[in-house]
Nanobody, 122 residues
Framework: QVHVVESGGGSVQPGGSLRLSCEYS????????VGWYRQSPGKPRELVAEKTHTEMTNYSDSVKGRFTISVNKVKNTLALQMNSLKPEDSAVYYC????????????????WGQGTQVTVSS
């Protein structure tokens, strides 16, 4: 069973920066897609940034140029550096780890962290 733990988050003023970290363990398969999602009250969970099992990096349009995902698949860690934060970035941020089947290219496991709150307010 894949176990995911986030750390970081907190409160910051608009224009400030925060860094989220995530560690995961228990993966069995070599191919993993890892990423960060966020959810605000009353809104669905949305993808923020991910690095796929094919080594592609994707960002939501709302964070491009401000957020950077970094991944170390040897150490099973990832981070999200968030700069130029805006009030609309306030949300609970979740780390996600998906193991991908090499034969079907589909997820065979999907694990989430407990979430960490990010609040951007003056």
């Amino acid at each position: 069973q894949v176990h995911v733990v986030e750390s970081g988050g907190g409160s910051v003023q608009p224009g400030g920066s925060l860094r989220l970290s995530c560690e995961y363990s228990g993966t069995v398969w070599n191919l993993v897609t890892v990423g960060w999602y966020r959810q605000s009250p009353g809104k669905p969970r949305e993808l923020v940034a991910e690095k796929t099992h094919t080594e592609m990096t994707n960002y939501s349009d709302s964070v491009k140029g401000r957020f950077t995902i970094s991944v170390n698949k040897v150490k099973n860690t990832l981070a999200l550096q968030m700069n130029s934060l805006k009030p609309e970035d306030s949300a609970v941020y979740y780390c996600n780890v998906k193991e991908i089947s090499g034969s079907t290219d589909r997820p065979i496991s999907d694990a989430w962290g407990q979430g960490t709150q990010v609040t951007v307010s003056s």
